[in-house]
């Protein structure tokens, strides 16, 4: 069932989406639905909760333990992050997409995912730079910044037709990592 709503609200949204089509597309009897999530709000929420935590785990699956390079952390972190939301598209419509249109609770849930993963990534960062001098702020608004540049990109790759998950993370591995990889030698920026 959970499958079947996921498909529905990302092919149709969350209006427009109905629990009878939710109920066919699963093989399910629509009271039989209703029995098992009590309603089309929880059901969204419980699908912005499964595909939140699957996605979550597909990063922190990919990026591997402490004694790897960071660069190659983040590189694994983007990978499967980028893996996931080619692999999954209509989970990432609805993760990126979906929930966060149709207000609450649906734009909390997705917000707190985001908020774990820009910790996940904050802390990637921040064990990076070891004693380069980044603190704080830096780390917060960098993770933020990486997040942000993620999510747009994964959108746009699974929409413009030919773009490998692998291709996007590289992408986005080369603008990141200049700048992360010259900040982690304390070379910053700044302007005249």
């Known amino acids: 069932m959970?499958?079947?709503a996921v498909r529905?609200?990302?092919?149709?949204?969350?209006q427009a989406a109905s629990m009878d089509g939710i109920a066919e597309l699963a093989g399910v009897s629509k009271p039989l639905v209703y029995l098992?999530?009590?309603s089309k709000e929880e059901l969204f929420t419980t699908v912005i909760r499964r595909e939140a935590g699957a996605l979550l785990g597909a990063v922190a699956a990919g990026v591997g333990g402490p004694g790897v390079p960071p660069d190659e952390r983040l590189w694994a972190g983007l990978l499967a992050f980028f893996t996931y939301a080619a692999e999954q598209p209509d989970s990432w419509v609805v993760l990126s997409r979906q929930?966060?249109?149709?207000?609450e609770p649906f734009a909390g849930e997705v917000a707190r995912m985001?908020?774990?993963i820009v910790a996940f990534v904050a802390?990637?960062?921040r064990e990076a730079a070891g004693?380069?001098?980044i603190t704080g702020r830096d780390v917060d608004a960098l993770a933020q910044a990486l997040v942000g540049s993620a999510e747009s990109l994964a959108s746009w790759a699974n929409e413009t037709p030919g773009v490998t998950a692998k291709e996007?993370?590289?992408t986005l591995m080369n603008f990141a990592w200049a700048g992360l990889g010259n900040l982690m030698k304390s070379g910053r920026w700044s302007p005249r």
């Open 2 to 4: 959970v499958d079947a």
């Open 8 to 14: 529905c609200f990302a092919r149709q949204g969350y």
């Open 36 to 38: 098992y999530v009590g």
């Open 99 to 103: 929930a966060r249109t149709h207000g």
């Open 114 to 116: 985001r908020d774990e």
């Open 123 to 125: 802390g990637l960062i």
């Open 131 to 133: 004693e380069s001098g």
């Open 168 to 170: 996007a993370a590289a």
